[in-house]
């Protein structure tokens, strides 16, 4: 018999195949747009509320990840873990679902025409996530957007545009995930476990980071990598790293 975990590995395999096979030349459209912005200096934002924070967070800094990225990280979208007490589940459940907010996000950054947005949301329908992206729309900056069309499509925008993620991205690259996230049953137990969401969307981070570096490579521009210090070249990793943080604040400054 099939253990709970073989099948838990074995559905992740086939949602990471899935998009391996399916959403490849997404990856390449959505990477082109990245060192497009990188090439000439510019920043590619990465955003997501709730989980969708997560593979925002491992596009910079983290070992094997270029300077460029830059995300966007906002302590009231990502602290859904603090069930009780301060900026806990409940006031992110509310404020994730306020329109305007997004937008006063986006003040905060001083963003370019020239630069790439790279959302990620499961849904895509939520209020903050519209937000940033018709506010992109109508700048005219790229909108890259990570998401699950099987769940997007089955399930109505809750921003006043009517609008989902995945009908203004520029480029979309589909997860796949079903309606559920979590897909495995347990006789006995009425609701699914088991989510897969951001396992497969951290995967599509590092996957479109790394196309991002080759394509650059291409160019004949070399993106200045991340590397780990924790090894015994510790401290020459950290004055590269050192270095890298320096080009940001050199690309953040000149805005």
């Not at 491992?58 to 070992?63: D, K």
């Not at 990280?73 to 873990?81: A, D, L, N, R």
């Not at 079903?178 to 981070?205: H, M």
């Amino acid at each position: 018999m099939t253990s709970l975990i073989d099948r838990y590995f074995e559905s992740l395999a086939e949602r990471l195949d899935r998009v391996r096979t399916t959403q490849s030349q997404a990856i390449e459209q959505a990477a082109a747009l990245c060192a497009k912005s990188i090439a000439r200096e510019k920043l590619v934002f990465t955003f997501g509320t709730g989980h969708g924070a997560l593979p925002a967070l491992e596009c910079f800094p983290r070992t094997g990840t270029i300077v460029g990225f830059r995300p966007i990280v906002e302590s009231t979208m990502i602290s859904f873990h603090h069930v009780w007490g301060d900026m806990g589940a409940r006031q992110y459940r509310f404020i994730h679902a306020q329109e305007g907010y997004g937008r006063a996000i986006l003040r905060s950054h001083q963003l370019d025409p020239a630069d790439t947005m790279l959302l990620f949301s499961h849904s895509g329908i939520n209020a903050v996530i519209m937000d940033i992206a018709m506010e992109c729309k109508e700048r005219g900056i790229a909108l890259i957007g990570v998401t699950s069309l099987p769940h997007s499509s089955r399930t109505p925008s809750r921003h006043s545009s009517g609008k989902r993620l995945f009908e203004v991205a520029d480029v979309i690259i589909d997860t796949g995930i079903p309606l559920a996230d979590a897909s495995l049953t347990i006789e006995g137990l009425d609701a699914p476990v088991g989510a897969s969401s951001t396992s497969v969307t951290i995967a599509v981070a590092h996957a479109l980071v790394a196309v991002t570096a080759e394509k650059l490579v291409r160019q004949g521009i070399e993106p200045q990598v991340m590397v780990s210090p924790n090894t015994s070249g510790k401290e020459a990793a950290n004055r590269q790293n050192d270095e890298n943080y320096e080009d940001l604040w050199r690309r953040l400054k000149a805005r």
